[in-house]
C-alpha cells in the first residue's frame, strides 16, 4: 500500500491508498506506531483511496486508537467508503472512531 | 451454474492469486464490487486462518478452493489438510461492545466472515477441513 503522510501544525494526515490487509497492515504500523509512541497525538486517517479493509487491518486500528487513548490523544478516520463502512459497523467499530465524511470536516475537529 | 475451482499452496502470498482469479470470474459473470468485495474478504479471513494456525509441519500443503455460481447465491467451499477447525464453532466475541480500553485486539475474522456470509456449514471428512459458504443475492444488485 501507499502511505502519504503530511503534517499541518500539530496534526499529521495519513492518505493510506491501496489494501490494508495481513500483508500490507505493517507498512500501516511501522509509520504510525512511531509516531504515537513519539508524543504526536492528532491523526486523520484519509480513506478516500483504501480499496480494502480485514480484520488484520483493523486489528492494528484498534491498537492505535488504544495508544493515543492512553496517551489523550485523538484519531479521526475520514471519506470511508460504504463497504468499508459496513465492516466497521458489523466489527462494532463505529462507536470507537470518530469518522467523518471529508478531510476539512476532520480538520476543524482537531483544530 | 459456473464453477471456478483452483488450488493454492499454503503460503500467505497465494492469497493475493486466488483472489485475482475470483475477481475475473466475477468480472466475466458480472457480480457487483460489492459481491466481489465480501467474497474477497472471506477468502482472506479464512485461508489467512488456515495458513497461519493450521499446520503444525513446514511441509507444503495444498487448499482446494471452489466457487458455484448458482442464480441466486453463490456458495464458496474451501477444502484443506490442516488441524481440525470448527469455525461455526467459534463463539462470537463479546467485546463488541465495549470501550476501546477494554476490547482485546483480534478475533475478528471468522465473526466477520459469519456476519458477511449467509450460511456457514462445516465438516471433517478423511482427515479435511470442508467448510462451505453461501453467499444468497438478496436484490438485483449482485450484478452489474
Known sequence: MEIRQDKRGDIITLDLVGRLDANTSGELEAVLIPLIDGGEKKFILDFSDLEYISSAGLRLLLLAAKKLRNNKGEIILCSMKDFIKEIFEISGFTPIFTIVDNKETALDKLQ | ?144
Open chain 2, 1 to 144: 451454474m459456473k464453477v471456478l475451482t483452483a488450488h493454492i499452496r499454503n503460503d500467505l502470498r497465494e492469497i493475493g492469486t486466488i483472489t485475482e482469479k475470483f475477481e475475473n470470474f466475477a468480472k466475466d459473470n458480472k457480480l457487483s464490487q460489492r459481491i466481489v468485495y465480501d467474497i474477497s474478504l472471506c477468502l482472506d479471513e479464512l485461508i489467512t486462518n488456515i495458513i497461519s494456525y493450521g499446520y503444525d509441519d513446514k511441509k507444503t500443503h495444498e487448499i482446494e478452493v471452489k466457487f458455484e455460481l448458482h442464480e441466486k447465491e453463490l456458495k464458496l467451499t474451501l477444502i484443506d489438510d490442516g488441524k481440525a477447525f470448527d469455525p461455526t464453532k467459534k463463539e462470537d466475541p463479546e467485546h463488541l461492545q465495549h470501550a476501546v480500553e477494554d476490547r482485546p485486539i483480534g478475533g475478528l475474522g471468522i465473526y466477520l466472515v459469519k456476519k458477511l456470509m449467509d450460511i456457514v456449514k462445516y465438516k471433517r471428512v478423511n482427515d479435511k477441513n470442508i467448510l462451505t459458504l453461501t453467499k444468497f443475492f438478496k436484490n438485483s444488485n449482485h450484478r452489474i
